[in-house]
């Protein structure tokens, strides 16, 4: 059972290159599943609830055709029966975003993200800081098909493990990706 209540704003400046989105709210979740199953004794029960009130907005602004700032911000408080549920849930987020368009084929991006208050281990939060960058090609193949290739790259801040289970080997995250469009 949900129930949720909201009140949000959205604008558009064309002029000026801007949006804005800024939302309040607050849900309520009830009869929640949120104690982990045992195969020895399976006892389920739906009896956990959790209250989210936050609020969060996001602007972005144009600087140029194909280039573009982009900035978020969240902040939810949350108050859960059961412990596991606070963990899915940061206190606070944000992020920044810069990306450009370089040429009809070459564009780049670089965002940064973090959260606090994610995870907690013992008597102490942990959170979650991230940097991503990415260079892409995007190569017309035929009439309506395209190929975009990227080279992304994460370089993650964080000594321990805040949202998963276990920290990555290295701070440097490297993959490549393609994208066959048609």
Same mark, same amino acid.
């Given at each position: 059972?949900?129930?949720? *209540?909201?009140?949000?704003? $959205? ?15 607050? @849900? ?16 389920? %029960? ?7 009130? !936050? $609020? ?6 144009? =600087? ?14 949350? @108050? ?21 368009? &370089?040429?009809?084929? *070459?564009?780049?991006?670089?965002? *940064? ?13 942990? !959170? ?18 395209? =190929? ?6 994460? =370089?993650? &801040? @964080? ?10 080997? %290295?701070?440097? $995250?490297? $993959? ?7």
């Amino acid at each position: 059972e949900i129930t949720a *209540w909201e009140v949000g704003w $959205y604008g558009w400046f064309p002029e000026q290159r801007v949006e804005a989105d800024v939302r309040l709210f607050r @849900e309520k979740l009830n009869h929640l599943v949120s104690k982990p199953a045992n195969l020895f004794e399976f006892i389920v %029960d739906n009896d956990s609830r959790t209250d989210l009130t !936050g $609020y969060e907005w996001q602007l972005r602004y144009s =600087l140029a055709p194909g280039s573009f700032v982009w900035a978020s911000y969240a902040y939810i408080d949350n @108050e859960s029966t059961e412990f596991v549920e606070t963990r899915f849930t940061a206190r606070q987020s944000g992020s920044v975003a810069v990306a450009h368009r &370089f040429s009809p084929a *070459w564009s780049g991006a670089v965002a *940064w993200y973090q959260t606090e208050h994610q995870n907690r281990v013992g008597s102490r939060w942990l !959170g979650y800081e991230r940097l991503d960058m990415r260079v892409a090609h995007q190569l017309p193949l035929a009439t309506r098909a395209t =190929l975009q290739t990227s080279l992304n790259l994460q =370089l993650h &801040f @964080e000594d321990e493990p805040g949202i998963v289970g276990e920290a990555y080997d %290295d701070r440097l $995250y490297g $993959y490549l990706a393609a994208q066959l469009s048609f």
